[in-house]
Nanobody
Framework: AVELAESGGGAVQAGESLKLSCAVS????????MAWFRQVPGEEREEVAT?????ITTYAGSVKGRFTISQDKDTLYLQMGSLKHVDTAEYYC??????????????????????WGQGVQVTVSS
């Protein structure tokens, strides 16, 4: 199975930047999609950004224009800029086998992400 491990979290001040990394290991037999999620205690988990093997990306409206998701052969990244206090959360990377939708990116076969990292804390002071 695919294994994921996040790193790069920490504490920053509002307006600053931070880059998260997610190391990807294990077999990747089929087409996979990757994503970043975040969760604040007491709130629903939020999908932050997604990327497929064609580098087609999606972003939550709350981060669009400030965050950038990218990948290389074994690492997923989330570049976070203009950070706000409301970005404070535990961030998780995730993966799923997925299929391409012409003109509309990709979707997970199971309708959900199957593989998850352990999470990394990001704290933004205001």
């Amino acid at each position: 199975a695919v294994e994921l491990a996040e790193s790069g979290g920490g504490a920053v001040q509002a307006g600053e930047s931070l880059k998260l990394s997610c190391a990807v290991s294990g077999p990747r037999i089929s087409r996979y999609c990757m994503a970043w999620f975040r969760q604040v205690p007491g709130e629903e988990r939020e999908e932050v950004a997604t990327i497929d093997e064609d580098d087609i990306t999606t972003y939550a409206g709350s981060v669009k224009g400030r965050f950038t998701i990218s990948q290389d052969k074994d690492t997923l990244y989330l570049q976070m800029g203009s950070l706000k206090h409301v970005d404070t959360a535990e961030y998780y990377c995730a993966a799923c086998p997925c299929y391409s939708i012409s003109g509309s990116g990709s979707r997970c076969y199971d309708g959900e992400y199957n593989y998850w990292g352990q999470g990394v804390q990001v704290t933004v002071s205001s």
